[in-house]
């Protein structure tokens, strides 16, 4: 895109700005985009499953629900209650929803087609995405009320739970890719299994810690059964119980924003990216954005399918499963991997 505009005429540095900026856009615009529609889709998986009808009155088929719903809170008040920080607590949304959108720079839509493809693009996103627990935190904090502070030292204390077994999990597939770099794991998953399947999801070895991946990322973005940081029947509606408007908003566009984010990771990581299912070439006529899109869709109805089925966790349980269930699992799959890469990768090699 740098050279589109040197063609133009402009010098080197203007051209890579305003490409830099053309990628931040066509990929934070799209990105907002798709969160309101996946509202609705949401809203519709819940609805089918409950068997109801779901959102239909707004646009053909209730289509547009989402975006009345957005500008019904854009034209709301930002009330802002009296004994909170004021500075801290209008500035929490905006982190959760900065964190959100910085993390897709480095997600790779299709070969090439990657807006940052640095070498460390998987440690970039474990650090970035931690970020986000700040945003939560400081929301409880500065609300000065004791119900979105509980729900704040939930969120801490889950998050940091559920990213020790995301990182133990992760090091499982960077064994096997070889690479921290995002285009080269999906490189690496190529006729991964008999010459013919894409994906580490399909590797015996890889299987249980997609499974532990998927579970874990739910948790990661609080989502039911994990929810326990909304949970209304203890906390009202956890640390966004004092926010109205637009900054009620940012929270939500945060929350939808990992968990594409998060249906993008399963794919990417586990299930071949952008790459067919099957290595064979007719399946490459298809665009690999499109690929890429389907599978997070089937990730996303998945977690849809979890919120309207699975009940809410108790939080001794919550940490039970994160601490004493997942962490030894991910730890015991680390030394099966790496013996099993030291047997048959390395020490064919010497």
Request: glycine share 8%.
């Amino acid at each position: 895109m740098t050279a589109a505009f040197q063609h133009w005429g402009l010098t080197y540095e203007w051209s890579w700005f305003f490409a830099t900026i053309s990628g931040i856009l066509l990929i934070a615009l799209p990105l907002l985009l798709a969160v309101a529609m996946i509202i609705y889709a949401e809203r519709k998986i819940w609805a089918a499953i409950a068997l109801r009808r779901g959102p239909n009155v707004v646009g053909p088929w209730g289509v547009l629900q989402s975006f009345a719903d957005g500008l019904k809170v854009f034209l709301k008040e930002t009330i802002v209650p009296t004994s909170a920080n004021k500075g801290l607590f209008l500035l929490a949304p905006i982190i959760s929803f900065t964190v959100a959108l910085i993390v897709w720079a480095v997600i790779p839509f299709d070969a090439g087609v990657v807006l940052a493809d640095i070498n460390v693009g998987l440690l970039y996103i474990l650090a970035a995405s931690s970020l986000g627990v700040y945003g939560v935190i400081i929301a409880g904090w500065a609300s000065n009320s004791k119900y979105p502070f509980y729900s704040a030292l939930r969120a801490a204390a889950q998050m940091v739970s559920y990213e020790v077994s995301i990182g133990f999990v992760l090091i499982s597939v960077v064994l096997y890719a070889n690479s921290f770099n995002l285009t080269e794991i999906v490189l690496a998953q190529k006729s991964h299994i008999l010459g013919l399947f894409n994906g580490f999801g399909f590797n015996p070895l890889l299987f249980p810690m997609w499974v532990v991946f998927l579970i874990s990322s739910m948790a990661e973005t609080f989502r039911t059964p994990f929810d326990l940081t909304e949970a209304e029947s203890e906390l009202v509606a956890g640390f966004q119980t004092e926010y109205s408007s637009m900054s009620f908003a940012l929270f939500w566009l945060g929350e939808y924003g990992n968990v594409l984010l998060m249906c993008a990771l399963n794919a990417i990581l586990f299930w071949g990216g952008w790459l067919p299912p099957i290595d064979w070439a007719p399946l490459y006529w298809i665009p690999g954005w499109m690929w890429l899109f389907f599978k997070m869709s089937v990730f996303f109805f998945i977690f849809g399918w979890v919120r309207a089925t699975v009940p809410r966790y108790r939080y001794d349980q919550l940490m039970r499963l994160g601490w004493k269930i997942f962490l030894p699992l991910s730890l015991m799959f680390i030394v099966i991997v790496s013996g099993w890469l030291m047997l048959t990768r390395y020490g064919a090699a010497a």
